[in-house]
């Protein structure tokens, strides 16, 4: 595995959480700019500790949904998903997924139609990165596949090898894509105790996909994971 170079900086802007209809609240943003490192954020929910499904029932459930309906996902959900991605379990910083070494070299992104944005486990929160709606500019990279362009929200897991490279030199690469499947499996499984369906998707020109999304030169997307109510 080659080391990759020191990352660039990138334009953010800052999103907010409205209160739509009802106590459900959906994602919205208004623009401003910012920066990614300690610009400001907005908390989202917190996450649920306890849910609907026992994890037998969300392992028996577990389908990969390729459809999805138009319906948006509400912040309750994208916080619950995005918690048990990567979110923080204990004050020491331990994570819901493992990490070798708790090294955690993933950076977790999220695509919808209130722009594209980077998650920050410590603080739960979410950073605006880029204001466009990237769905297609994803499926486009991604074999045109149509479950990228239905679904909400798409979830991109990108890697920063150096970190785990810096202390497993070559075996870092194969380090990282374990830590990948572990976070996606939990991505799927809350997705199904929250009655959504998500799909994890591998296929893609790495490329063409860091481009579109504008990532770090160090941030290496690994997976994609589109989550949404089912069609």
Request: proline share 7%; with cysteine.
């Amino acid at each position: 595995m080659s080391v990759l170079r020191d990352s660039i900086a990138v334009a953010t802007v800052i999103p907010w959480l409205l209160l739509s209809m009802g106590c459900e609240r959906s994602l919205n943003v208004t623009a401003k700019a910012s920066t990614l490192e300690g610009g400001e954020t907005v908390k989202l929910p917190q996450p649920e500790r306890r849910g609907p499904l026992s994890l037998e029932e969300a392992l028996a459930r577990r389908r990969s949904q390729r459809t999805f309906t138009n319906e948006p996902l509400t912040a309750e959900m994208l916080s619950q998903l995005l918690w048990a991605s990567s979110g923080v379990t204990h004050e020491d910083g331990h994570r819901t997924a493992p990490s070798a070494g708790a090294l955690y070299p993933l950076e977790i992104y999220l695509a919808s139609a209130s722009g594209f944005f980077h998650y920050e486990p410590r603080a739960h929160q979410l950073a605006m990165v880029l204001e466009p709606d990237l769905r297609r500019e994803i499926s486009r990279a991604s074999l045109d596949q149509e479950a990228l362009m239905e679904a909400p929200a798409v979830f991109v897991l990108a890697a920063v090898y150096e970190r785990t490279a810096a202390k497993y030199g070559p075996r870092a690469e194969r380090y990282v894509h374990l830590e990948a499947g572990h976070v996606a499996q939990n991505l799927l499984l809350q997705a199904v105790s929250l009655g959504l369906g998500a799909v994890p998707i591998g296929a893609f020109d790495d490329e063409k996909l860091h481009r579109a999304l504008g990532l770090p030169r160090n941030h290496r997307p690994v997976y994609l994971v589109p989550v949404g109510h089912p069609r």
